[in-house]
Structure formats: C-alpha cells, structure tokens
C-alpha cells in the first residue's frame, strides 16, 4: 500500500493507540494537518505552541500514556523547547512532531528553519530528522518504543515538508528492536538480598518515594512494603499521592519546604530506602549532611541516576514496580509482630516530631492562601486531579491538600516552569473528562500561559483555576524578605488584570473572594458550575511558605517562622 508521509504517520498513531494530538498549524505540516483532518484521531488547536507541549504532558502524567504534540518549522518548534526540557526533567514520555523545511534547504537559512534538533538535544531522551521517505515509519515507531520504555522521557521527531508530501510502500511494522537500547528492567537478584536483610536488621528505616514510583506504577507494592513492615513514607515532589496522605505512616514531603517530621526522619533514620528518586538539591539540601546516619537503597531503572549526588550502600539497576514485588517476596517469612515491636521506638520518636511542629498558619482578616488548599482539599475530599504552576502556589498545595491517590498531583518538578499548570490541567482533563480536574495558579504564572482559556472554552473543557493573588512573584519575594532586607526588585505584581473580567472575555465563568468566610462559598461554586472558571482569591500579599530550609543547609536546620 503507497501513502504519503503524513498518511504514513497517522497510520502509526493509530497502532499507537493515539487517541488525541494537541497542536498549533503552519505550513512546514500543512501536509499533516490535511491527513489529520480525515483521521479519526482528535486534535486540540492550542493558542501556543508551548501550551500544546505542556497539555501533552499532563495528559500523559495523568493517563500514563505517550503524550503527542505538533508544531510547525521555526518559531514553532522553538516554542515547544520549554515544555520538551519540562518533560525531559520529570522524565515524561511525549513524541513531539515538528515540521522542517524541504530537505533540499535545510542548511540554506530558508524561511522558519531552525536546527531543531541540534537544538533539542540536551532535553530530549532521542531526536531524529527524517531525511528520507522510507525511514518514516521505523522512526515513528522507534520513537514511541523510547518515549515509554526504560525512563520514560519526550522523543522529537523533526518531518521536512518534502517527506510528509513524498509517497513510499508502507506495511505494518512489528515489535522495535534496537540493538544499542536495551533498559533493564530486571534488578539483580543478589542486590534485592542485600537490600531484605538490610530492612530486616534496621531499627530507624524511611521510604523515599520519588515520581519513578508513579512512572512504573509502583504504588500498590511500596504501600504494601510500607504498611507490613511498619516504615514510614515520605516523597519528593514528583512522588506526591503514590502513598496515601491519609494514612498514619505518611510523613508529607520532604525537602525544602518539606514537613519537620519527613526532615528530621530522613536525617536521624538508620536505613533510607529511596525509590524512583534522584535525590536532587531540593531534596537532599546539603549532600553531605543528607541521611548522614543510615545505609542507603536505591531502587531506579536509570543506572546514571544511582551514586550521581549521594552514595548509595546498595544500588539496585530495575523497574520500581518489579523491584518491589521482588522485594516483598524475599521478605514474606519476616515475623510482622517482631518488626512491630522493633520499630515501635522509631514510630514514637516521629510522632513527637508531628506533634513539636505541626503545620499551621494563622487564619485573620486577610485570605491566607493555606486556608484556601485546606479548604479546596475538604471540599474536593482529595479526589481532584490537581496540577499547579510554580513558586508558594505549588509549595503550598504539596503541603495542604491530601493526596490519597497516584497521578492526582501534577506539577513541573525539575524545571520548576511557570505556565505549566494550566494546560497541563487541559490535557488532564482530556484524558478524563469526567473528572474534576483544577489548576491552583499564582497571579504571575498564570498569564504566562492564559491564552489557553480559548482552548479550553472552545473544547467546552471544565477547568478549574484558583488563583492565590497575592499581586508578587511571591516565591522569589519571599527570598527577597528573607536574605536581601526586604529589597522587592521587580517582584511586584503592580498592574494585574481583572481575572474575572478576563474569563468572562474568553466566554469562561469569574468568580472573586476577598474575605475569609467567601472562600468555601466561592470554591463550592465554582466547582460546581459547567466549563471552564476562574476562581480569583485575594490573599494576605506577604505570606510565606514555612518550614524553609536555607539554600547550602542540611535539611534539618529548616526555617520554621
């Protein structure tokens, strides 16, 4: 069977069971926007390209399939750089099409060239060009093969507009092989050994749970880990929800505006289990004071990942998921009442640490926005997927809202993007549409990327934004406060548009609160009405996000006030 290029890459988007491609046209895939339109896959017209990577992306997190985008040549293909570097960072799998000039004038500055590729090569896990017809296929699908496999992360695929318009024999591909990419997914059976004994003899052991937890689907075997042998859980950021906010072994995060209890656990416990984790500066604070006092296992399939920034007493190379299923077995004789009884000191000494320093604010006459997650999170009882911008609106919802269930948290980790929230809450909420799915934004990181309020109106997508308005790039005014006397440069938020005014220009629904008792009234609301809505709240301008632990400080030394 003879197809054009872009009627080739439909047909592989169909067995990769491609159900949707968030995009911005233009005339280097005009030839693939024609084959799309008499496809059966569905296409969300962004009003930016970037947008369209970051809606891919929280598609992706949510569904835990391949996310796909699709940008034009040139300034195109460069508008998806920060969502491909988001995506490479918290290792997400997209395929990211974009369109090149006929070959015959790549190099020769024509109209929208960029090297897109030279460009995307150190934030891609693979980028190809396609010179030629006949490799199309294979590369679509070696494309989709990588983005999944082993650490999951985006694969760029570059299409000049001669190939998408050149025809070739195309017959169904069978299952990629390649023979210089092999992940392994199965951990050493010696190492597993080491690692039982370990949690069998230990008296203090902590779970570090990262997003790796979350990409293999690891939960149920970590919980299961967890509840059995009476240890207790904290997360990184990315590793939000993949153990139970509810129950009594769940510490919060950790880090630098992790809870005193998951601090002091990590550097008084004797055994730190670190699964799915890469243990970067946020997290570890000083290196060379992070888990001082315990022997360290690292679960991960990246083996570049283990010994790069804390050394590690047993490595394990594997699948999260698999290692832990492995693991629980090699530890089913294990004596439950014996371990109860060794760890009950352990479980007491973090139990005073919950009780010394529990996390709290004081409600006045201002809307402090804690107030605001605590309130969206009893409303909501937990069961909203949420995403968020970045800076204190992401802090403090990893703080006070109570995440119960995997892939219910998303959020832009490594890179920390402003503008991230909001169409990663579009592609969520394409992913389920009937779920309740809600961006919690700041007023500044939200116009970075408010042009997708026309996408979500146009695709009747039932959005909901909450915006901690505090009229500052708060988390850089904090730091400001903190260690540069107050000094404000450019961190005042001085001319913000009329938020409900603004959803209502686009079509969607505004609602505003000023004063503590609206703030349940105006969430119930806005919940509860059909499409997309704005929920502006206006918070108490110079609140901070505490404990803070200091840039270069062990995380124990937190700033607690």
């Known amino acids: 069977m003879k197809l ?8 592989v988007l169909k067995e990769e069971n491609v159900e949707v491609i968030f995009g911005y046209p233009g005339g280097a895939v005009i030839d693939i926007y024609d084959a799309l339109e008499r496809s059966p896959i569905r296409h969300i017209l962004v009003r930016h390209e970037q947008g369209a990577v970051h809606a891919a992306d929280g598609y992706a997190r949510a569904s835990g399939k391949v996310g796909v985008c699709m940008a034009t040549s040139g300034p195109g293909a460069t508008n998806t750089v920060t969502g491909v570097a988001t995506a490479y960072c918290d290792s997400i799998p997209l395929v990211v099409i974009t369109g090149q000039v006929p070959t015959h004038l790549i190099g020769n500055d024509a109209f929208q ?10 934030c891609t896990k693979h980028n190809y060009l396609v010179t030629k017809i006949e490799d199309l296929a294979r590369i679509l699908k070696e494309a989709f093969h990588i983005a999944r496999s082993g650490r999951p992360g985006p694969v760029l695929v570059d299409i ?35 690692a039982a004994e370990l949690i069998q003899t230990s008296s203090r052991p902590l779970i570090l749970a990262g997003g790796g937890v979350s990409l293999s689907k690891a939960w149920q075997p970590l919980t299961q880990l967890a509840r059995k042998f009476r240890i207790p859980v904290t997360s990184t950021l990315m590793g939000l929800g993949v153990f139970p906010g509810s129950d009594p072994l769940w510490l919060g995060m950790i880090g630098m505006h992790g809870t005193y209890r998951a601090n002091m656990a990590a550097g008084n416990c004797d055994l730190m289990i670190a699964v799915g984790a890469r243990f970067d500066d946020r ?3 000083k290196t060379d004071c992070f888990a001082s006092q315990a022997k360290i296992i690292h679960i991960d399939i990246d083996p570049t990942t283990i010994r790069k920034n804390v050394a590690v007493s047993v ?31 352990w479980l007491e000494q973090i139990d005073a640490w919950r009780q010394a320093y529990k996390m709290a604010y004081d409600q006045n006459e201002r809307i402090k926005p804690q107030f605001v997650i605590e309130a969206l999170s009893e409303i909501t009882a937990g069961q909203a997927i949420i995403t968020t911008e970045v800076g204190q609106n992401q802090m403090w919802t990893a703080q006070f ?3 119960d269930h ?12 402003m503008g991230f929230g909001f169409p990663a809450a579009i592609g969520a909420q394409v992913a389920f549409p009937d779920k309740l799915v809600v961006d919690i934004a700041g007023d500044g990181s939200i116009q970075m990327n408010i042009q997708e309020m026309a996408t979500a109106v146009e695709n009747n997508l039932p959005v909901k934004i909450v915006i901690l308005n505090n009229c500052f790039l708060g988390m850089v005014r904090q730091w400001q406060e903190l260690f540069y006397d107050k000094r404000y440069a450019c961190t005042r938020m001085n001319c913000c548009p009329d938020f409900v005014k603004l959803a209502e220009a686009y079509g969607a629904r505004g609602l505003r609160a000023t004063e503590p008792d609206q703030v349940k009234p105006t969430l119930e609301k806005g919940l509860a009405m059909e499409g997309p809505v704005i929920m502006d709240f206006k918070v108490e301008p110079e609140e901070s996000v505490y404990p803070m632990v200091p840039a270069g400080a062990p995380i124990t030394e937190m700033l607690l006030v």
């Open 4 to 11: 054009t290029g872009a009627k080739i890459l439909m047909e």
């Open 113 to 122: 060239e960029v090297d897109i590729v030279g460009i995307t090569r150190p």
């Open 160 to 194: 000049p507009k001669d190939v998408a318009a050149a025809s070739t024999e195309y017959n169904t591909l069978g299952q990629v092989k390649i023979r210089s990419y092999q992940p392994n997914y199965q951990p050493h059976k010696m190492q597993l050994k080491k």
């Open 283 to 285: 997290v570890t604070g």
């Open 315 to 345: 490595p394990v190379v594997g699948d999260c998921r698999i290692s832990l299923e492995k693991l629980n077995i090699l530890l089913e004789q294990v004596d439950p009442e014996t371990i109860e009884k060794s760890r009950r000191p």
């Open 401 to 403: 809202y109570r995440f």
């Open 406 to 417: 995997p892939r219910h948290f998303i959020s832009s980790g490594g890179l920390g993007t």
